[in-house]
């Protein structure tokens, strides 16, 4: 049962890792991209990264 909450929530993570990617890649196709949003977005992409590695 443990594995199927634990896979349950790395799909969470995947499916939040994709959204913050459609973010960023929103926040720099603008023509004057927030260096402060991007910045933001890429560190919360990381670290939903580095749990999803953790599993």
């Not at 910045?39 to 919360?44: A, I, T």
Request: overall charge positive.
């Amino acid at each position: 049962m443990a594995t199927a909450a634990s896979t349950s929530h790395v799909q969470a993570l995947q499916s939040k890792h994709a959204g913050l990617e459609a973010r960023l890649r929103d926040e720099m196709a603008r023509p004057v991209p927030d260096t402060a949003k991007v910045q933001y977005l890429k560190r919360q992409k990381l670290r939903l990264k580095e749990e999803i590695a953790r599993g």
